[in-house]
């Protein structure tokens, strides 16, 4: 199982209410409704994610995140979780305060382009950076919106959200990863 | 159609309300099931049919001897395996395989109803069915199932019947039928009524049916039930038995033998009146309007876990207007699961053998059902 399951499952209170946005094939799911809640479900765009987790027995809704957050009402969840897709987003910033409406804590993860090996990246070959959670090359990346830990930490500070918890200590430039529980 | 006096009928003495302000009582509901109630009777699904549909889901239709109409989903080791659970399902009344419908005899008049039937709505269906549950003595269902009119009954059901099925599964439906919707149906009832035969619905008289009448609400019927590209990979500009045009008005391609076919066979197992009806309950149904324009507020008081299914290429009910029935759904914070299954097949993917959707029944089911075992336990 990945670490980055284990750090945001720590984040849920036992028997809370989740939605899982983006919740891919249902992996993280599948974990959290094994170990924390069954009052789990997701939203996924892609068709065979969809099947995959219908497979695993999980409640998903096929749906955009950017168009059908909408429809739930105000605080219908304990905790929303976003894992690695904030990128991926055409108006991040819009999907984060839906994020925060849509549940009372959000728990946010995102590639960081503050890793070292990212920064020697770009610095010594002078090319877009390619590493394990950044596999792909520029021009066929989903991401749009890439950011650092740092950065994340600019945009709460400068929105008025609260980062109650996350996995790391200002590592922005070790960390390759950054895993935040924000609240407004 | 001489074995109809064989099908099942529940005789529903309990008098009827119906939407029209009429009062039926002492009428038939013809049904058939499949697979067995277990001992704790927890295993049950009603299964809803669609406008054309009937009580024989699964195997060979006894009056009929064709495979019955959702024989892809239904039956031992299929998505709904009667192995597993037992199916029911009613002829709708104002149908016409056993149920009270307008061929039935008016105990008023000593003659047949005719257009003298009274007009029925997806409420009155769903209400009638109910009975079922009584007569088997099920305290809950396990589920309720159907696809386009069966979807709509199934939404009616749970907002009847908040806390009698665990599940609800509708398909491809809306909870409102859309002014195309009822455009298209109204177009097979003028059809029927323009037919000599017809004589305003009293052509039992007569022996003389209104078969031609019938047959072309058939054909346009099911154009919209399949899509373009469906239609276009399946017959394109093919020729019917003939190496050029005929210049004339005879079948000349594919596609119009295919669609007379289609009309011809409908009429020998399908009553003109029950199609007046049965439509018209259709475009009556909005169940978004009888909760005053709130749809959430239809399914406030169900704890029904649902799972709402659509096509890419239905057009009649299409994506869109599923999506509404999740949001009211997830407005109020209830259970629904929500996918648009890949189909060139149109509306019809639903009574098709299409492996993703019944895929996604079969696990839906089955893992729905596991779970409310380890509830129990």
Redesign the interface.
Do not use: A
């Given at each position: 199982m990945k670490k980055e399951f284990n750090i945001i499952a720590n984040f849920l209170e036992k028997n809370s209410k989740v939605l899982d946005v983006g919740c891919g094939d249902g992996e993280l799911m599948k974990y959290i409704n094994e170990n924390i809640t069954k009052d789990i479900?997701g939203l996924e765009i892609s068709?065979s994610n969809?099947?995959k987790c219908?497979?695993?027995?999980l409640?998903?809704?096929?749906?955009d995140a950017e168009k059908d957050l909408k429809?739930?009402?105000e605080s219908?969840f304990d905790y929303v979780v976003l894992s690695q897709t904030l990128q991926a987003f055409l108006d991040p910033e819009n999907v984060i305060s839906e994020l925060l409406r849509v549940g009372k804590k959000a728990i946010v993860t995102i590639p960081n382009f503050g890793y070292w090996k990212v920064r020697i990246h770009l610095l010594l070959q002078g090319t877009m950076p390619i590493t394990k959670n950044l596999p792909n090359e520029w021009y066929n990346t989903p991401n749009l919106h890439m950011c650092t830990i740092k950065d994340f930490v600019n945009f709460c500070n400068k929105k008025n959200i609260k980062i109650n918890s996350s996995n790391l200590s200002y590592k922005n430039l070790f960390s390759q990863l950054g895993i935040f529980l924000i609240e407004k | 159609m001489n074995n109809i006096e064989k099908v099942k009928r529940l005789i529903i003495d309990k008098p009827l309300k119906l939407d029209c302000g009429q009062t039926i009582s002492n009428f038939p509901l013809a049904y058939e099931t499949y697979g067995k109630l277990n001992a704790k009777k927890d295993n049950a699904i009603l299964a809803f049919h669609a406008l054309t549909g009937d009580q024989f889901v699964s195997g060979i239709n006894p009056i009929t001897n064709k495979e019955g109409w959702w024989n892809y989903a239904v039956g031992p080791g299929k998505a709904i395996d009667t192995q597993k659970y037992f199916v029911i399902c009613a002829n709708v009344i104002s149908g016409c395989m056993g149920s009270y419908g307008p061929s039935n005899i008016n105990p008023k008049t000593n003659k047949i109803f005719g257009t003298e039937f009274p007009v029925i709505t997806i409420n009155d269906m769903v209400n009638a069915q109910y009975h079922l549950l009584e007569f088997f003595k099920i305290e809950k269902l396990f589920s309720v199932v159907g696809g386009s009119m069966g979807g709509m009954q199934v939404l009616q059901f749970v907002s009847n019947f908040p806390d009698k099925s665990h599940t609800a599964i509708p398909i491809a439906c809306t909870a409102s039928h859309s002014a195309q919707n009822i455009a298209l149906n109204e177009l097979g009832r003028q059809s029927i009524m323009a037919d000599h035969n017809w004589s305003n619905g009293f052509y039992e008289e007569n022996k003389k049916s209104p078969d031609k009448g019938l047959a072309v609400a058939r054909m346009a019927a099911h154009i919209t039930y399949l899509s373009k590209k469906g239609l276009q990979e399946k017959f394109g500009r093919k020729l019917q038995e003939r190496d050029d045009l005929n210049f004339s008005f005879d079948a000349d391609f594919q596609i119009e033998s295919y669609l007379r076919y289609q009309g011809s066979v409908f009429v020998d197992r399908f009553d003109a009146n029950s199609y007046l009806y049965i439509t018209r309950a259709m475009d009556y149904f909005d169940l978004t309007k009888q909760f005053d324009g709130n749809l959430s507020r239809a399914f406030e008081k169900s704890n029904t876990?649902f799972f709402i299914i659509s096509f890419t290429s239905d057009w009649l009910y299409p994506t869109s207007e599923n999506r509404e029935i999740?949001?009211a759904l997830?407005?109020?914070?209830k259970?629904?699961?929500?996918?648009?299954?890949?189909s060139d097949k149109g509306h019809d993917s639903f009574l098709l053998d299409v492996p993703?959707f019944l895929?996604?029944i079969k696990?839906?089911l089955?893992?729905?059902y596991?779970?409310l075992n380890e509830k129990r336990i």
């Open positions: 479900r068709k969809v099947q219908i497979e695993k027995g409640t998903v809704i096929e749906g429809q739930f009402p219908s | 876990k999740v949001i997830n407005s109020i914070g259970d629904v699961g929500f996918v648009e299954i890949i993703d895929n996604t696990n839906f089955n893992t729905s596991n779970k």
